[in-house]
């Protein structure tokens, strides 16, 4: 969803349990402070308060809508799903990291079959960067008590090309899982626009 749709959404939002006057007064603070609407949704409920002046009821509101649509995303895919392709893996990633401003890297452990097992937050970064390190990957991946696992990670700047340390990332991850008998069948990038695969894309 662009910003011109998320600024609609928010105006109907706060219409609804403020009323219209109180809505427009709020998008106006966000203008007069260069805050975006998907900016906005991703803050403490405390900061959205005291940015808009809105109450507290509808800044706890608004500050739940992009947590509670990852969560019906994600539940949409089951409790379990398939990730046995870069597509599957694509979408279930995308639900996870929907509305992320930063960088959220992940592993998951699949069953032989490619269903999730095991999933694991590996770092929380900045909007261009995190920090991964190949002691939590491991210990994750040996949590997990599988042999395939899957990474994947955000890219909020909307790129969907992996940088020269996301190549490296790859590189050094399978080298150190597959020292364990576990195999790192893809490192998935995505973005609200789409995914690739590093393995699969032949970055490596």
Known sequence: ?????????????????EGEQAALAALTVLDENGVSPSSLF????????????????????????????RYTGVEELGASPC?????????????????RREEYCYLASLSPRGHLRHLALLSRGTLDSSTVYMRDVARQALNGGENQTVMAHNHPSGSMNPSRSDVELTRT???????????????????????????EGGWL
């Open 173 to 199: 991850a399978r080298e150190v899982l597959g020292g364990l008998g576990i195999e790192l069948l893809e490192h998935v990038i995505v973005t609200p626009g789409g995914y690739t695969g590093i393995i």
């Open 1 to 17: 969803m662009d910003e011109l749709a998320l600024r609609q959404a928010l105006k109907q939002l706060v219409t609804l349990y």
């Open 83 to 99: 990730l046995d392709t870069l597509r599957a893996r694509g979408e279930f990633f995308q639900a996870l990291t929907l509305g």
């Open 42 to 69: 991703e803050m403490e409920y405390r900061d959205i308060r005291e940015m808009t002046g809105l109450s507290a009821e509808t800044s706890r509101i608004i500050g739940m809508v992009d947590e509670l649509a």
